[in-house]
């Protein structure tokens, strides 16, 4: 089986990091903190304005991407779905955005370091626009993509069945192509029961 698997939100815990400091930022702005997590976004999830969201980024990305922890058993099960012949695509839209000056142009090769630092191996990285997605699941013949990105979740789904990563901000999205997990055992197990079921 070819599997998609997202970073942001699948492989980190993308929640509980923007919570963690997106309520530190305003606290140091002073800023009211207004949570929604039911938002994805986060000019929506903390009402801020898009120049206080371009700000947070620009000091808090570089720290994100290169030392957040990766979810608890990702690097495990991947490990196990590889070994069991599944190959692994990583698709991400990561991108330039809230980027210092002074790293501008490293987010692929901070992806690529992070990644290799909390060995989640991978048969194939590939960085794609939120809109670039579902088809760069069709190209690469994906079966089964894992993502969290309500957005995404409902594009993609159209082709291509979908496990949800289980979020605040992704709980209205479902159809019949949706299966939601809430953990990575979790999803080795819905993995190993649609590879069951093909056979």
Request: net charge negative.
């Amino acid at each position: 089986m070819n599997i998609g698997i997202d970073v942001d939100g699948v492989l980190v815990d993308l929640e509980t990091k923007m919570l963690t400091y997106g309520t530190k930022f305003s606290v140091e702005n002073n800023l009211n903190i207004e949570v929604k997590p039911e938002e994805y976004w986060e000019t929506k999830k903390f009402n801020w304005l898009a120049n206080q969201e371009q700000e947070f980024w620009n000091k808090y990305l570089v720290k994100y991407v290169r030392e957040s922890e990766p979810r608890e058993f990702a690097s495990e099960i991947i490990e196990k779905l590889m070994q069991e012949g599944n190959k692994i695509y990583i698709i991400t839209a990561r991108n330039e955005y809230g980027m210092p000056k002074e790293y501008y142009g490293k987010m692929q090769e901070f992806t690529k370091e992070w990644l290799d630092k909390n060995k989640i191996k991978y048969d194939k990285l590939i960085f794609k626009s939120d809109k670039e997605k579902m088809q760069c699941c069709l190209d690469n013949k994906v079966d089964i993509m894992i993502e969290d990105s309500p957005s995404n979740i409902l594009d993609i789904s159209k082709k291509v069945k979908v496990i949800k990563y289980d979020c605040p901000y992704n709980q209205e999205v479902q159809n019949s192509n949706i299966i939601k997990a809430y953990s990575w055992y979790h999803i080795y197990d819905i993995i190993n029961k649609l590879i069951k079921g093909e056979k």
